[in-house]
Nanobody
Framework: QVQLVESGGDLVQAGGSLRLSCAAS????????MGWYRQAPGKQRELVAS???????NYGDSVKGRFTISRDNAKNTVYIQMNSLKPDDTAVYYC??????????????WGQGTQVTVSS
């Protein structure tokens, strides 16, 4: 079993910055893609950013130029640095990961979410 634990969510003023972390633990042979999604009240979950094991990144249009995703493969951790935050960035942020387990099967996992609130 694999667990993803997010941290770093907080209340911040518009224009401020936050850094979220998501650490994976459990029986892990390798983590392939990792990413961040967010879900605001009354809205669908949307992609914030993703990163492959090789470091290739992809961003949602609304965060390009403001957010930066990175990962530390040795720590099985993915980060998202969020700058120039806007009230529209307010949401629960979830990390996800595609994990190769000891049975050589790849499974998709989600974290429990961390709240980010941006005040105007």
């Amino acid at each position: 079993q694999v667990q993803l634990v997010e941290s770093g969510g907080d209340l911040v003023q518009a224009g401020g910055s936050l850094r979220l972390s998501c650490a994976a633990s459990g029986t892990i042979l390798r983590i392939n893609g990792m990413g961040w999604y967010r879900q605001a009240p009354g809205k669908q979950r949307e992609l914030v950013a993703s990163i492959t094991s090789g470091g290739n990144t992809n961003y949602g249009d609304s965060v390009k130029g403001r957010f930066t995703i990175s990962r530390d493969n040795a720590k099985n951790t993915v980060y998202i640095q969020m700058n120039s935050l806007k009230p529209d960035d307010t949401a629960v942020y979830y990390c996800d990961a595609y994990v190769l387990g000891s049975d050589f099967a790849t499974r998709h996992y989600w974290g429990q979410g961390t709240q980010v609130t941006v005040s105007s």
